[in-house]
């Protein structure tokens, strides 16, 4: 039994990987996530079911667009197969607990907030929201009350650090340090981790993005560097990782 629910926790990631896509997309440029249907990028036809379905349909139409031909991008099998694993990984590692639910959420808004910050530089608030009144119920249902309205302190205080640390980067560097996504996402990351594992998490995002953005300068990359993906992973790292980050926080108590 525990298989076939790995196995049910992979199909749904797959899925929600590929209504991601849509979101992550779509809702930047504010287009519409329901209307028009799902059609191919290159001659505008209407998918079917057929063509939409995860993973299976990108082997069976070998990568092309069933009526022009045209490339299918590899990126987005590879987002629904990793989704899927994860998803199922999640499942089999942690069960039906508080950890899977939440694990499942920051899974969810890696992939979301990559193809959005990487592609359009813009973090959606919804998933945001979302994950926060999720995060909230699920501490209720598990922990408890007073435990929920704690995360939401906790998240508060790391929210307005972010803003502190973003007024002064601007003063200092005379330019936007900080987005208002990741503002935003901070909050989540309070709301999660709590503090000082938050903030820990803040720290290992700036050694995460060092590399990327080495390279954008080395390359002469104008845009600005999208500074959620590697918080959103450093939020994985440390939640996944917890105890372990916790005795690193030992070491200077």
Not at 55 to 71: D, M, P
Not at 91 to 97: K, Q, V
Not at 215 to 230: D, H, K, M, N, Q
Request: charged share 15%; with cysteine; hydrophobic share 55%.
């Amino acid at each position: 039994m525990e298989y076939c629910y790995a196995v049910l926790f992979f199909f749904v990631g797959s899925i929600l990987s590929s209504f991601y896509g849509v979101l992550a997309t779509r809702a930047p440029v504010g287009k519409s996530i329901i209307k028009p249907r799902s059609h191919c990028s290159n001659c505008n036809h209407e998918l079917s079911w057929k063509d939409l379905f995860p993973i299976f349909s990108y082997l069976f139409l070998k990568g092309r667009c069933r009526y022009c031909k045209a490339k299918i991008p590899a990126y987005e099998p590879i987002l629904e197969l990793a989704m899927g694993i994860f998803f199922a990984l999640a499942y089999l590692y942690y069960g039906f607990s508080y950890n899977l639910w939440v694990s499942l959420l920051i899974l969810s808004l890696i992939d979301l907030i990559f193809v959005s910050d990487f592609g359009y530089m813009i973090i959606l608030d919804s998933p945001l929201v979302v994950t926060s009144i999720a995060v909230f119920i699920l501490k209720i249902i598990y922990v408890n009350f007073q435990n929920a309205l704690e995360s939401l302190l906790t998240g508060l205080i790391v929210f307005i650090f972010m803003i502190i640390v973003g007024i002064l980067g601007k003063k200092i560097f005379q330019r936007e340090a900080l987005g208002g996504g990741d503002i935003k996402l901070s909050f989540v990351i309070g709301m999660i981790l709590g503090v000082p594992h938050a903030f820990l998490a803040l720290i290992l995002s700036t050694f995460l993005a060092l590399p990327y953005a080495t390279y954008a300068i080395l390359a002469r990359i104008s845009r600005e560097v999208p500074f959620g993906p590697f918080i959103i992973s450093a939020l994985a790292i440390v939640f996944f990782y917890y105890d372990k980050f916790s005795y690193i926080l030992k070491l200077f108590y």
